[in-house]
Each structure stands twice: as structure tokens, then as C-alpha cells.
């Protein structure tokens, strides 16, 4: 690494970052996929500067103790592999901030792009046509709770209950609930899917389970292997907890209802197995078919 004194600027930085990250084969994909997005998002978090605006800011001149911090962030990245949203204690959806540590996953989901889109209240299409009658909502298996906050933004009427199986992932999902003032909506359970449900029924559920499967676990980059196993491990073909949450859903769901559901690449196992159901497979800008919307109607919810 070259010393602090031999850079000057925020394009300096950015520069040696691209080029370490590069260099070290780092893998990215906790809400950047580029050496240089990363790149852009660590040097912008750690100045404290909006993370979306990086030209203004592209020739400003650091203060020494800048340039020593952003020396050894950089140098963390490359050695220990950890995320950047650890080693900066915080990530963004959709612009949206949330606290991040080993407690729980990263905070990413394609299901932050489709709640904050037009299938939630927007013009034309939608599955959900009046987000302001929405009054229930579950999101499931919610780690650190960003989605469930995401959630009560979008539903501004709705109650929303979050569960995990992880104390720890409970833990950092209150003090993120507790960030955004959303304490007296957003109620967090402890215990495995629905089992701290009984009884409750809602007009949404969204949920972005353990998805990964055994080969793939097995391969994890170092990067990942920093997260909790539990938010990842899928069973042997990634799809254990979600054939669960399909069986179980109808319970849960009011007859105007439906769940949203993030599978990663197991949907042709899905098709397959639940020729019944009438999956409606929703794209990102990232992906394609790795989101199902399932109605109660289609599951069976009279």
C-alpha cells in the first residue's frame, strides 16, 4: 500500500481502491457487484458524503486523518475479506439506511426494489392496488429488519410483525426499527417461520428465506462466510424452508392477500413440484425469475 501522504484527493482513493480490490480478486454482491461501485460506496460512507453522489466530490482534498482512515478501510477490504457494510457499520436499499454487523446478513433483497416500484400502488398493473388499506403485513425470516421497515414505509396503514430464529438478527433489527421511529408498528418475534403466529392472518407476507444449497454452501466465497450460515443454508437443493413457507403461507394469509417470496435460482424445481400453483415469476434489474408473487386465491385461502 502506498502511504497516505502519496494521495490527495477522493479520486485518488477511489483509484487505489479499484485497483486493490481488483488486484486481491475480491467478490462483491452485498449491494454493489464492481470493484468500483464498492470502491465508490467505501469511500463515500467512511467521508460521510451521500453514497448515490460521487462527481461532486471526485477532486475534494482529504484531511490527513482521511487519508490514513480511508488507507486502512481499504487495506481491511483487501485482508480480511470482510463486507464493506461490516467494516462501515452500515448499507443502503433503495437509499434507505440500515445498521449492519455479524449479527444478521447484509441487508440486500431484491424484493427492496419490487416494494419500493409500481406493483405496490403504482399505475397499471399491480398486485398490491391501494398500499393504504393494507393493515397487516409479515415479513419473514427478516434478519436486520430492513425489509420489514421498507415494508411500513410502503403499507403506511399496516402493522407489521417480523420474525427470525435468530436472537442476534432481533437484536439489530431493533436498533433499526428503532432508527427509523417505527417501534409502534413494527412488532419483532423470536421462534422458526410461523410458529410465533398462531392465530394471525395477513394481507401481505414477504419473506426472503435461506435459499443456498449444500453445493453452493460449500463453495461460499470468503466474503460470505462472514454472514451467519443460518441466513443462508437451504437444505440440499437450496429449497427446504421455502417448500415450508408454501405449505404453511395458507394459514396465515387473509382471503385478499398474497406473499412474495425471494428463491434464488430454484425456480424450474418450483414449477415442477407445485404444478397447481400459478406462480407469477417477477423480475429486477438484476434478476430474472428469482421472485414469485402466489395470491391466497391461489393457494387456496377462501
Known amino acids: 500500500m502506498p502511504a ?38 467505501m469511500v463515500l460512507e467512511s467521508l460521510h458524503l ?13 484531511t490527513r ?21 461490516y467494516l462501515l457499520g452500515r448499507t443502503y436499499i433503495r437509499g434507505v439506511p440500515f445498521r449492519s454487523d455479524e449479527r444478521a446478513i447484509v441487508p440486500r433483497s431484491y424484493l427492496g426494489e419490487l ?3 409500481d406493483l405496490f400502488g403504482g399505475d397499471g398493473f399491480a398486485l398490491v392496488e391501494q398500499p393504504e388499506r393494507v393493515e397487516r403485513v409479515l415479513d419473514l425470516c427478516t434478519g436486520s429488519g430492513c425489509l420489514a421497515i421498507l415494508a411500513a414505509m ?14 442476534d438478527a432481533l437484536a439489530l433489527a431493533d436498533e433499526n426499527v428503532a432508527d427509523h421511529d417505527l417501534v409502534d408498528r413494527i412488532e ?28 453452493a454452501m460449500a463453495g461460499l466465497p470468503a466474503e460470505y ?10 437444505g440440499p437443493d437450496g429449497l427446504d424452508i421455502v417448500r415450508r413457507i408454501i405449505d404453511e403461507a395458507p394459514e396465515h394469509l387473509t382471503p385478499s392477500g398474497g406473499m412474495i417470496c425471494e428463491i434464488g435460482t430454484g425456480r424450474e424445481i418450483l414449477d415442477d413440484e407445485y404444478p ?10 438484476e434478476s430474472e425469475g428469482e421472485v414469485f408473487w402466489l395470491s391466497a386465491k391461489d393457494l387456496g385461502v377462501a
Open 188 to 215: 419483532l418475534l423470536q421462534g422458526d417461520l410461523f410458529a410465533p403466529l398462531e392465530g394471525r392472518r395477513y394481507d401481505l407476507i414477504v419473506t426472503n428465506p435461506p435459499y443456498v444449497d449444500a453445493e
Open 4 to 41: 497516505a501522504d502519496d494521495l490527495r484527493t477522493v479520486r485518488d482513493f477511489l483509484r487505489l481502491a479499484v485497483s486493490r480490490f481488483s488486484e486481491a480478486g475480491l467478490v462483491f454482491g452485498h449491494g454493489t457487484n464492481t470493484a468500483l461501485d464498492e470502491a465508490a460506496f
Open 50 to 62: 451521500p453514497v448515490d453522489e460521487l462527481d461532486p466530490w471526485l477532486d475534494a482534498r482529504l
Open 115 to 117: 416494494l419500493a416500484g
Open 154 to 167: 410502503v403499507f403506511p396503514n399496516a402493522k407489521v410483525d417480523a420474525v427470525d430464529l435468530s436472537e
Open 225 to 234: 462466510r462472514h454472514e451467519p450460515p443460518l441466513a443462508f443454508a437451504g
Open 65 to 85: 486523518e482521511e487519508r490514513g482512515r480511508l488507507t486502512n478501510l481499504i487495506e481491511q477490504r483487501v485482508t480480511t475479506r470482510r463486507p464493506a457494510a
Open 276 to 285: 397447481h400453483l400459478p406462480f407469477l415469476w417477477l423480475d429486477t434489474e
